[in-house]
């Protein structure tokens, strides 16, 4: 599937909504009535989230590289080079994604239970920042890992195209999350 930069704007924008609203789908319990056991999960079969991130995840990553492929127009040698590096990013840039998937869950389900509280809001507070920090710590590996390889500019582009898709997913996100709520 070949999407051009509204494309991406449009898959990113249901992909975050998607995220924040399947963690939310489910009301708040009662304070009175204790919470329904959730039937046991089937470890073979991934959950409907996990499925609708895997086709996100799939779709946003085949714009990046159009998208990449557009911007930096390179050569064939530079090819040769750039998409190896850039193949060791994405794998642990899906990892810091599940960790920020599994805060925004806990934050969705806390707020919904009406359990969160000072010491699960900084628990998830730290999550967050140190996901942030992760990412960051991600992007200046690989940019001067392309620099070294490629150069500065070819560093600099992927870094720009990456910062841009991250705002485009955290802005989605973002406006999708329920407000955090008073301390109790």
Do not use: C
């Given at each position: 599937?070949?999407?051009?930069?509204?494309?991406?704007?449009?898959?990113?924008?249901?992909?975050?909504?998607?995220?924040?609203?399947?963690?939310?789908?489910?009301?708040?319990?009662?304070?009175?009535?204790?919470?329904?056991?959730?039937?046991?999960?089937?470890?073979?079969?991934?959950?409907?989230?996990?499925?609708?991130?895997?086709?996100?995840?799939?779709?946003?990553?085949?714009?990046?590289?159009?998208?990449?492929?557009?911007?930096?127009?390179?050569?064939?040698?530079?090819?040769?080079?750039?998409?190896?590096?850039?193949?060791?990013?994405?794998?642990?840039?899906?990892?810091?994604?599940?960790?920020?998937?599994?805060?925004?869950?806990?934050?969705?389900?806390?707020?919904?239970?009406?359990?969160?509280?000072?010491?699960?809001?900084?628990?998830?507070?730290?999550?967050?920042l140190q996901g942030?920090?992760?990412?960051?710590?991600?992007?200046?590996?690989?940019?001067?890992?392309?620099?070294?390889?490629?150069?500065?500019?070819?560093?600099?582009?992927?870094?720009?195209?990456?910062?841009?898709?991250?705002?485009?997913?955290?802005?989605?996100?973002?406006?999708?999350?329920?407000?955090?709520?008073a301390a109790k």
């Amino acid at each position: 599937m070949k999407l051009g930069f509204l494309g991406t704007l449009a898959v990113t924008a249901i992909a975050g909504s998607l995220v924040v609203s399947m963690a939310s789908s489910r009301e708040p319990a009662p304070a009175s009535t204790p919470a329904p056991t959730a039937p046991a999960k089937d470890a073979s079969r991934p959950s409907n989230l996990e499925q609708i991130l895997a086709a996100f995840r799939t779709d946003l990553n085949a714009s990046k590289v159009a998208t990449l492929n557009r911007v930096m127009k390179m050569t064939a040698e530079e090819a040769a080079k750039f998409w190896p590096i850039y193949q060791k990013y994405e794998k642990e840039l899906t990892a810091v994604g599940d960790r920020r998937v599994a805060l925004i869950k806990e934050f969705v389900t806390l707020s919904n239970d009406g359990k969160l509280n000072d010491t699960n809001a900084a628990a998830l507070s730290t999550g967050w920042l140190q996901g942030e920090q992760d990412r960051l710590d991600l992007w200046k590996k690989y940019n001067k890992e392309i620099s070294a390889a490629l150069s500065p500019i070819r560093g600099a582009q992927f870094l720009q195209v990456e910062h841009q898709i991250a705002l485009l997913v955290d802005i989605n996100v973002a406006s999708a999350m329920p407000q955090v709520g008073a301390a109790k």
